[in-house]
């Protein structure tokens, strides 16, 4: 018996790639004093040792036709995403109607498989077809270009495939997402509290309300709405849409989001916050939380921090500040104090890195300065999941505070980004990306024909008027606002059919329709912003 046992191990060995030495020493000295030294051995050898202890497949895992058509693909990546992607000389946009465009494409599924070259060229009409937001003349929205550090960090999580809520299944990612938290928190200037990266700014934004309503009512959690006061939610009347909807989402109401004024710039007015709280108090109501914006949609104006802070304070409530899209500014000590001075006052904040910064589609970070809320407000102790009887720090196993179970790994790309540009690196892009946005207000305030909505805008957006010849000193006639309103979109869809760049374009309030031009890409040039100003000019001089 003895004798057959041995000569099986003698044979897997032969098949295997490891346990060599242990099992010679087993040989040689016999089975059973060797066996527990062994197995420690082979364990602490496995962690050293990117194999298995198993016998080697007698089949590539990767077949060579899948390889073959993976290499095809990462050209059509390379050449028709990334490096066309790129050329100004490449259109934004091969513009056609939904019809058309679904005629162009083959988009039936069939019962019968398709061919690599077949798969190819689907993958090659894709990219045809879509808007390249990696093009320089993109500036349509708030988030453009292309990092190659954040494209890289996105390929490599994509293969990974795997989910950010357990350190049994993410190692790496669940504390470098501690890591990175951490970091941006202390920019912030929160010392201590916690966060998550979820996926966008509009799910930060409902956190935000989520958790602080938790905070106030903790037994909302169980017995829900039934009973409650109504709460009441301040937001200014730029802020983004997405408190009205996560106001909505959570069952508090959007008739309970109350919009508050805002100056000329697109500021909250704190005095009207104030005296909107009072009010709603009056009425028997519960005020509980105000939302900041760090970086409006249309004008990047930024609310008054400190204000704001002081009233929160004086009030007991809530205060979150909406950073989504101007939070870039805290990475560059040159432009962060003036835009977000008592940002670390706030109890937590919404901070998009895919937009001003760059990192990709999406990197959005809820942070917040309490510790344990996010824990407690979202758990729900899934025993098949979160098992407290693990056997690692399961603190790391951080998927019980996301309102999702499975969770993307969005911290990656940043943190590669992060690594490869250096904390100097994003204080050059913030400084680019404000000189760049100055030398455009200049270039609309010297130019005929154009006329700045705000004449200094405190972010990047760039907002104008381009008023065609036809329309010039005819501001005080009856139809002139109308007949402005129409400009923008006549010219953007000329835009769009020509395919030369895209920016979006909106109404204000009483304002008609202007161009909004933002800035997140460092490598905007000054061509591409004379171009974007003779090119609107090209199209709309006959309007
Ligand atoms: C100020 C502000 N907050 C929140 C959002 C929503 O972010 P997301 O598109 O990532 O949901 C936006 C989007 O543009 C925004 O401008």
Not at 237 to 243: D, E
Not at 281 to 296: D, H, L, Q, R
Not at 300 to 316: M, Q, R, S, T, W
């Amino acid at each position: 018996m003895a004798d057959i046992a041995m000569s099986n191990i003698l044979t897997s060995l032969e098949d295997s790639s490891f346990s060599c030495s242990c099992a010679k020493e087993m040989i040689n000295g016999g089975i059973d004093g060797h066996l527990n030294d062994c197995s420690v051995r082979n364990l602490k050898s496995s962690l050293n040792d990117d194999t298995a202890n198993v016998k080697a497949p007698k089949k590539d895992p990767l077949p060579k036709d899948e390889e073959d058509f993976l290499k095809a693909v990462f050209q059509v990546i390379l050449e028709d995403g990334v490096r066309k992607g790129r050329d100004i000389t490449q259109k934004v946009v091969d513009f056609h109607q939904p019809d058309e465009l679904r005629t162009l494409l083959d988009l039936e599924i069939r019962d019968t498989p398709e061919d690599h070259q077949a798969l190819i060229k689907h993958m090659k009409d894709t990219v045809k077809y879509s808007v390249r937001t990696s093009h320089p003349r993109f500036f349509n929205q708030l988030f453009s270009g292309q990092n190659t550090y954040a494209l890289a960090g996105q390929w490599l999580t994509e293969t990974l495939n795997t989910s950010q809520y357990t350190f049994e299944v993410a190692p790496v990612f669940t504390i470098m997402e501690n890591v990175v938290l951490h970091k941006m928190r202390d920019i912030v200037g929160y010392s201590g509290g916690d966060g998550i990266f979820c996926p966008g700014g509009s799910i930060s934004n409902l956190y935000a309300l989520n958790v602080a309503r938790y905070r106030y009512m903790p037994d909302i959690k169980k017995t829900g709405l039934f009973g409650l006061p109504r709460l009441v939610v301040f937001t200014s009347k730029q802020s983004h849409y997405s408190i009205k909807k996560a106001a909505s989402v959570l069952g508090i109401g959007t008739n309970n989001v109350v919009l508050v004024d805002c100056d000329e710039r697109g500021k909250m007015i704190a005095s009207d916050l104030e005296a909107q709280i009072l009010r709603v108090k009056a009425e028997g109501a519960v005020p509980f939380f105000v939302n900041c914006t760090s970086g409006t949609t249309v004008l990047g104006a930024y609310d008054p921090l400190d204000e704001v802070a002081d009233i929160c304070e004086k009030h007991g409530l809530w205060m979150h500040v909406d950073a989504a899209w101007g939070g870039g500014v805290m990475m560059s000590p040159k432009y962060r104090a003036s835009r977000m001075r008592g940002v670390e006052r706030s109890d937590s904040i919404t901070w998009n890195p895919h937009k001003m910064m760059g990192a990709g589609q999406q990197c959005s970070a809820f942070l917040l300065k309490h510790e344990n809320l996010l824990q407690h407000c979202h758990e729900a102790k899934a025993k098949y999941l979160f098992q407290q009887d693990k056997f690692y720090d399961v603190s790391y196993d951080t998927g019980d505070k996301s309102i999702q179970c499975g969770r993307k790994v969005d911290v990656f790309k940043l943190w590669l980004m992060w690594k490869a540009k250096g904390n100097q690196g994003w204080h050059e892009d913030m400084d680019a990306v404000f000189d760049k946005t100055r030398y455009l207000v200049e270039k609309v305030k010297a130019r005929e024909g154009f006329k700045m909505v705000l004449d200094e805008p405190e972010c990047s957006n760039v907002c104008f008027w381009y008023i065609p010849p036809s329309l010039r000193g005819k501001e005080d006639e009856a139809d002139y606002k109308d007949k402005l309103h129409q400009v923008a979109p006549k010219i953007k869809e000329r835009m769009v059919l020509s395919g030369t760049m895209l920016v979006g374009y909106q109404p204000l309030g009483n304002k008609p329709n202007f161009f909004r031009q933002v800035f997140s890409s460092p490598s905007v040039t000054e061509e591409d912003l004379d171009f974007l100003l003779d090119e609107i000019e090209r199209l709309g001089e006959d309007l």
